[in-house]
T-cell receptor, first 113, second 116 residues
Framework: KNQVEQSPQSLIILEGKNCTLQ??????????LRWYKQDTGRGPVSLTI?????NTKSNGRYTATLDADTKQSSLHITASQLSDSASYIC????????????FGRGTSLIVHP | GAVVSQHPSWVICKSGTSVKIECRSL??????MFWYRQFPKQSLMLMAT?????????EQGVEKDKFLINHASLTLSTLTVTSAHPEDSSFYIC????????????FGSGTRLTVV
């Protein structure tokens, strides 16, 4: 079982609609959680980063939430655009001496016109 | 913000030849660099972790003699795919963490390797 679970695995929405992606994790001790957007054939680009004490972080139309008690995070995309079509990856970093990232498998989002 | 420059962005090589991929941290010192491989429509798979000035740590199943990693300075890490075969064709990505605590990871733009 993956220690960082993302859902749904894939999602198709119409342009202009909102959507929410989920990330549940079991790894510890928690250092931070980061959401990345990866376009096909490109490297992941950071959207948000949250530490233990942060509940919400926004970046334009992207809003991430974190509940460190239940070990859940979500990424909400508002008023989706065609360019939002990509894979969204949740990465939880723990600290055991050094920082160790654990990747979710990603959610593939397709925005249709 | 932190930038990791990865080159080349794509490369085609013949079977049996070696290919070197470079990752440079442009405005920060990367004490740790991670190398990943990604097959189509799959998640990133960690291959190895390199720390500046020391030997890389390879994940289980990754051949260290085939995937040579060098992290000789705080701003440069290289991955050399030796004696490449068609099954090595993949998307290779590096990421680095700068020395600021809790800063997360910055990814390179990736290298598409095709072995013919």
């Amino acid at each position: 079982k993956n220690q960082v679970e993302q859902s749904p695995q894939s999602l198709i929405i119409l342009e202009g609609k909102n959507c929410t992606l989920q990330c549940n994790y079991t790894v510890s001790p928690f250092s931070n959680l980061r959401w990345y957007k990866q376009d096909t054939g490109r490297g992941p680009v950071s959207l948000t980063i949250m530490t233990f004490s942060e509940n919400t972080k926004s970046n334009g139309r992207y809003t991430a939430t974190l509940d460190a008690d239940t070990k859940q995070s979500s990424l909400h995309i508002t008023a989706s655009q065609l360019s939002d079509s990509a894979s969204y990856i949740c990465v939880v970093t723990i600290r055991r001496g050094s920082y160790i990232p654990t990747f979710g498998r990603g959610t593939s989002l397709i925005v249709h016109p | 913000g932190a930038v990791v420059s990865q080159h080349p962005s794509w490369v085609i090589c013949k079977s049996g030849t070696s290919v070197k991929i470079e990752c440079r941290s442009l405005d920060f010192q990367a004490t740790t660099m991670f190398w990943y491989r990604q097959f189509p429509k799959q998640s990133l798979m960690l291959m190895a972790t390199s720390n500046e000035g020391s030997k890389a740590t390879y994940e289980q199943g990754v051949e260290k003699d085939k995937f040579l990693i060098n992290h000789a300075s705080l701003t440069l890490s290289t991955l050399t795919v030796t004696s490449a075969h068609p099954e090595d064709s993949s998307f290779y990505i590096c990421s680095a963490r700068d020395r600021t605590e809790g800063s997360g990871y910055t990814f390179g733009s990736g290298t598409r390797l095709t072995v013919v």
